[in-house]
């Protein structure tokens, strides 16, 4: 099957600096009485929040007691009165910061440049590396600004296509990605090399793609839109029997509760959550959310540079905490493991290809790794995976760049989980 030879060049002359935090097109928040802005409604019992959701529309319901709405400022100064309520402002959440490579884009290409980027044959340990492999009966849950579904060399991987940004809550069938992150992400992850074999390869091309739409065209979005994917990816997981791994390439400063409470929900259930830790380095403590969690793989990014004899870690690349080096154990603001994320190529929304930096790429190909592994071993629990992910890396220590030495680091983690 041949593709369009339509080839357009972009010249991306400034590189910049942005990753993903968590988002649905957020609008700023108003001080006028007018202007709706979206808040969490916590009620002390089952009787006040009924009679609360007859008084504003219900977007998310992700507790007990509780659920998401919008209010004008004049209705959320008077809820705040009410004794028996406890309402919040909902988190806007944004891409972390992508670095963009001062590369050319191809749009409508009809062959990549190369089928196995570099990320790709580092995470294979094999520099000779034309093909991938794995994946298969494993879900691959990019939860991002959406994904270019008919993309050539992802087409044949998508099981679920699904927009939580909307009025509505769900809309199945729809997860467009006018961004062109997300795309980048599932491509990194599970890209498939299309129909005849010559597009280009993510590391698991096996895998099925859940895409979920939870950041807006502009990179930022609602923590209770991506709350309510995490859980609904758990349930859909538990609901179809199968293995899912959620990537999340998003990230904040601060820990918001409604998906720090998702993610747990989701590890309980099984499923594996892997997330990028952030394009706030070289300083400590530095990791963003979720990625700073105990229940989601925090990713580091490496470049394609070798110093003292290993990957380098880059330095845009978040860090931990110094005080936790040398121990193996994973606690709140951690690095987990490292991977590829600089100069990245892959899959783009306009049916071509890019090339750009940040953890948010170095993330998808922990999560293709790790549904790579997990079809190998389908007995296996979400907690044995990350075991084997922890394991892998420990083979192959980072010893370049800011704060990376001998054995865990707060800058590489426990190291570069590989393939072989």
Not at 255 to 262: G, R, V
Request: proline share 2%.
């Amino acid at each position: 099957m041949k593709r369009s030879r339509k080839i357009f060049m972009s010249v991306l002359l400034a590189a910049s600096l942005t990753f993903p935090t968590i988002g649905a097109n957020a609008e700023s928040t108003s001080n006028t009485s007018v202007e709706k802005f979206r808040v969490y409604v916590e009620a002390s019992n089952q009787s006040t929040k009924s009679t609360l959701k007859d008084q504003y529309k219900v977007r998310w319901e992700l507790t007990e007691n509780g659920f998401s709405t919008e209010m004008t400022d004049t209705q959320f100064t008077a809820l705040q009165k009410n004794k028996n309520v406890t309402v919040t402002k909902v988190q806007i959440v944004t891409l972390d910061t992508v670095v963009r490579a001062t590369q050319s884009k191809i749009a409508a290409a009809e062959y990549p440049t190369h089928q196995t980027p570099w990320g790709i044959k580092a995470i294979y340990n094999n520099s000779n590396q034309t093909t991938t492999s794995g994946g298969q009966g494993i879900n691959i849950a990019v939860l991002d600004t959406g994904v270019n579904v008919n993309h050539y060399d992802l087409v044949n991987t998508v099981e679920q296509c699904k927009d939580f940004t909307r009025v509505v809550q769900i809309t199945n069938g729809t997860c467009n990605d006018a961004h062109g992150h997300g795309t980048h992400v599932a491509g990194s992850a599970l890209a498939d090399g299309g129909s005849d074999g010559a597009g280009i390869f993510g590391v698991a091309p096996a895998s099925d793609l859940w895409a979920y739409k939870v950041l807006g065209d502009n990179g930022s979005g609602y923590s209770d839109d991506i709350a309510a994917a995490i859980r609904h990816t758990a349930d859909q997981a538990t609901s179809t029997g199968t293995k899912t791994v959620i990537n999340m390439s998003l990230g904040s400063a601060g820990n918001d509760s409604l998906i720090s409470n998702a993610v747990t929900y989701a590890y309980n259930k099984g499923v594996l959550v892997v997330a990028a830790s952030g394009n706030s380095g070289p300083n400590q403590g530095s990791i963003g959310y979720p990625g700073a969690l105990v229940n989601a793989v925090a990713v580091a990014a490496l470049e394609n540079v070798q110093q003292n004899g290993t990957y380098r870690i880059a330095d845009f690349s978040s860090r931990g905490y110094a005080s936790t080096d040398g121990d193996y154990i994973i606690q709140q603001g951690d690095v987990e493991v490292s991977a590829p994320g600089a100069a990245i190529y892959s899959t783009w929304n306009n049916g071509g290809y890019n090339t750009i930096s940040g953890t948010s790429m170095a993330s998808p190909h922990i999560a293709g790794l790790a549904s790579k592994i997990w079809s190998q071993n389908p007995s296996w629990t979400n907690a044995q995976l990350r075991t084997n992910l922890q394991n892998r890396a420990k083979t192959y220590d980072i010893k370049g760049g800011f704060g990376a030495s001998t054995g865990d680091d707060y800058a590489s983690g426990f190291g570069f989980a590989r393939v072989n």
